[in-house]
């Protein structure tokens, strides 16, 4: 769902950008750059947040995770990026 929010965000962008000039141009530019880096990290952080990563799919598997508190923190940063550039 994060990767389908993205793509859907940067090509209605890229749409934009088509009949966009001047500093607008920028601003779109900046906006497809913006949210690709934050949801592009989340996608990331997701996946990677638990080692082996089969812990983050049975609780019960011997390993190491990051703080929730982190993982929802940079979350919800994300998802005030993807409000914002709405």
């Known amino acids: 769902s994060i990767l389908a929010a993205t793509i859907s965000k940067t090509s209605f962008a890229l749409t934009l950008l088509r009949i966009s000039s001047g500093w607008v141009k920028w601003v779109v530019w900046f906006a497809i750059v913006t949210i690709n880096v934050a949801m592009g990290l989340s996608l990331i952080f997701n996946w990677t947040q638990c080692t082996p990563v ?3 799919f049975i609780p019960s598997t011997p390993g190491t995770c990051w703080p929730r508190e982190t ?15 709405d």
């Not at 993982?71 to 993807?82: D, E, K, Q, R, S």
């Open 71 to 85: 993982l929802i923190g940079y979350n919800t940063f994300a998802l005030g990026m993807n409000v914002v550039l």
């Open 54 to 56: 089969e812990k983050n």
